[in-house]
């Protein structure tokens, strides 16, 4: 199975296809309106911004099973995000990212990919120690909080993981580079 052969669900409920988004570099988020990291989207769609007319996605899944962070309708997460961030990005349905009810996309992204740490700054700290305890902290590639993210080549692979707490201009270098 390729990125390509999947079928993700629109906030208003039709299947797309991850195919729609062939060709173009891809930033995969799964997010969290009620997170510590939700400031990130400010930065995000000035990425998008930035670079969306050289073939630049990013594609936002809300997902409430990290600390029940994204309690809202799909409608009442999106009228938030683009009313306090004013984000143009797409924003998927809300998600399970982990577990039997995992979305394909993210059994894909998860199957393809390790979880090798977070980085060693005071966020990734924190979080190894609020974590450490759950079962397969280290060895699993679940993902493991809110605002994870996938870069995706013009080919439909997957370039890098980036966990919640890498600096976004890590990320950006590694968007640039790609377009």
């Known amino acids: 199975m390729t990125l390509y052969d999947i079928n993700i669900q629109a ?7 991850m195919a729609d988004h062939r060709g173009k570099v891809l930033l995969i988020v799964n ?3 009620g997170c510590g990291f939700t400031p990130q989207y400010t930065e995000l769609q000035e990425m998008y911004t930035a670079y969306q007319a050289q073939g630049f996605e990013i594609l936002d899944f809300p997902c409430n099973q990290f600390g029940e962070q994204a309690p ?3 409608e009442e997460i999106h009228t938030f995000c683009t009313g306090r961030f004013g984000i143009t ?3 998927f349905a809300k998600v ?4 039997e009810n995992a979305a394909p996309l993210f059994r894909w992204l998860t199957g393809n990919t390790t979880f090798d740490g977070f ?3 005071p966020a990734g700290l924190m979080m190894t120690q609020m974590l450490k305890g759950t079962p397969g902290f280290k060895t699993s590639s679940d993902i493991k909080w809110n605002f994870t993210k996938f870069l995706i080549d013009r080919e439909g692979r997957i370039v890098s993981r980036f966990e919640p707490m890498t600096p976004l201009k890590k990320v950006r270098a590694q968007v640039e580079a790609l377009l």
């Open 11 to 17: 906030a208003d409920g039709r299947q797309v296809s």
């Open 31 to 33: 997010t969290a309106t």
């Open 72 to 74: 809202g309708s799909d």
């Open 89 to 91: 990005f797409p924003q």
């Open 96 to 99: 399970d990212v982990n577990g």
């Open 119 to 121: 980085d060693r700054n």
